[in-house]
């Protein structure tokens, strides 16, 4: 099932995109779609205090472990009919978390996907790659991965997408999570979720510049460009040669229209903006988009279509 958005940029899930006044302000910009804050079955504070570093030393990007902080999809199925009104689609980010009813994390996805389609949703993205929590992600497990989108698409009749983590330095578990998609009817991968395991140090004060996991967050912003395009670029290689009508959307290290031409060279179809969001607010949607527009007219095309995937050998 493919989602169509007008322009093909959204917010990537997080920045900015937990409370309703924000997620109105992703309605009234430029982007194409609302992406929710992963939400979870219990509302969460998330991790302790300093837990972003949005600004990292030479604009490198961003760096957070906010553990998931969000409402609760209770809340999120309030929100979702009045954002409907401003005519895009409503893509809901959810994830699995640690509760107090203790709920395995196959039954916490299945419950909110759900209750999130009653509620009027267009979409619904499966964050399985939160690199912020205590266990590891389920994107780092083919069983898990395969348990999760058995049980939600069995159950759900919107468009699922799934947001996954880099795979780099782990090439053979690209190759199952790979093949394990290919057996569901997805619509789109995400990829790529926060870099895990990453430090900064701040220099004045000598300390470690976020407080939660003894330091380490995710990264975000210009460091990941190259991380993201070459996992965009195999999902896409992989799905044409597996003739998988899945489409990859790209997500990481986008600060500029340029940016967002090579993911889409590399084989995105959509792009989606965290860091940027997080610095610029909703106008980076707008700014972009008249970026991208103005490279393509630049370059002789007319459409984003025509260059995703385009990227040449040398
Ligand atoms: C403050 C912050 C919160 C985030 N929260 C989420 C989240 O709730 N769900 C999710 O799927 N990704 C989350 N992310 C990851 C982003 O969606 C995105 O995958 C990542 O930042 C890479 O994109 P970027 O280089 O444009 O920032 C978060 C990122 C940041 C910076």
Same mark, same amino acid.
């Given at each position: 099932?493919?989602?169509? $958005?007008?322009?093909?940029?959204?917010?990537?899930?997080?920045?900015?995109?937990?409370?309703?006044?924000?997620?109105?302000?992703?309605?009234?910009?430029?982007?194409?779609?609302?992406?929710?804050?992963?939400?979870?079955?219990?509302?969460?504070?998330?991790?302790?205090?300093?837990?972003?570093?949005?600004? $990292?030393?030479?604009?490198?990007?961003? $760096?957070?472990?906010?553990?998931?902080?969000?409402?609760?999809?209770?809340?999120?199925?309030?929100?979702?009919?009045?954002?409907?009104?401003?005519?895009?689609?409503?893509?809901?980010?959810?994830?699995?978390?640690?509760?107090?009813?203790?709920?395995?994390?196959?039954?916490?996805?299945?419950?909110?996907?759900?209750?999130?389609?009653?509620?009027?949703?267009?979409?619904?993205?499966?964050?399985?790659?939160?690199?912020?929590?205590?266990?590891?992600?389920?994107?780092?497990?083919?069983?898990?991965?395969?348990?999760?989108?058995?049980?939600?698409?069995?159950?759900?009749?919107?468009?699922?997408? #799934?947001?996954?983590?880099?795979?780099?330095?782990?090439?053979?578990?690209? &190759?199952?999570?790979?093949?394990?998609?290919? &057996?569901? &009817?997805?619509?789109?991968?995400?990829?790529?979720?926060?870099?895990?395991?990453?430090?900064?140090?701040?220099?004045?004060?000598?300390?470690?510049?976020?407080?939660?996991?003894?330091?380490?967050?995710?990264?975000?912003?210009?460091?990941?460009?190259?991380?993201?395009?070459?996992? #965009?670029?195999?999902?896409?290689?992989?799905?044409?040669?597996?003739?998988?009508?899945?489409?990859?959307?790209?997500?990481?290290?986008?600060?500029?229209?340029?940016?967002?031409?090579?993911?889409?060279?590399?084989?995105?179809?959509? #792009?989606?903006?965290?860091? $940027?969001?997080?610095? &610029?607010?909703?106008?980076?949607?707008?700014?972009?988009?008249?970026?991208?527009?103005?490279?393509?007219?630049?370059?002789?095309?007319?459409?984003?279509?025509?260059? #995703?995937?385009?990227?040449?050998?040398?």
């Amino acid at each position: 099932m493919e989602i169509k $958005l007008h322009p093909p940029i959204t917010n990537a899930s997080g920045p900015h995109s937990v409370t309703y006044e924000e997620l109105e302000r992703i309605a009234q910009s430029a982007a194409g779609a609302i992406v929710t804050k992963s939400m979870t079955h219990c509302p969460r504070q998330g991790n302790p205090e300093p837990r972003l570093r949005a600004h $990292l030393d030479g604009e490198l990007g961003s $760096l957070n472990s906010m553990g998931l902080p969000n409402l609760g999809y209770l809340e999120y199925a309030k929100f979702i009919p009045k954002l409907k009104e401003f005519g895009k689609p409503v893509i809901a980010s959810i994830a699995s978390a640690p509760c107090a009813h203790k709920l395995p994390p196959i039954e916490q996805y299945y419950e909110i996907a759900t209750a999130i389609e009653r509620a009027g949703a267009d979409a619904i993205e499966l964050n399985l790659s939160c690199p912020n929590l205590e266990d590891i992600p389920i994107a780092m497990d083919p069983q898990s991965v395969r348990a999760v989108l058995t049980a939600v698409t069995n159950a759900v009749k919107i468009p699922i997408g #799934v947001k996954l983590a880099p795979y780099n330095n782990v090439p053979k578990l690209f &190759d199952q999570i790979a093949r394990t998609l290919l &057996d569901f &009817d997805i619509a789109y991968v995400a990829t790529i979720n926060s870099e895990p395991l990453t430090l900064d140090i701040d220099l004045k004060t000598r300390t470690k510049v976020i407080r939660p996991n003894d330091g380490f967050g995710g990264l975000g912003g210009p460091a990941v460009l190259p991380i993201a395009l070459a996992e #965009v670029h195999r999902f896409y290689k992989f799905f044409q040669k597996q003739k998988a009508r899945i489409a990859v959307w790209g997500v990481g290290g986008i600060i500029r229209a340029e940016d967002a031409i090579k993911h889409f060279l590399a084989g995105a179809s959509v #792009v989606q903006i965290g860091t $940027l969001f997080l610095w &610029d607010g909703p106008q980076a949607f707008e700014k972009l988009w008249v970026g991208i527009q103005r490279w393509l007219q630049e370059n002789g095309f007319s459409s984003v279509e025509e260059i #995703v995937g385009q990227v040449r050998e040398i």
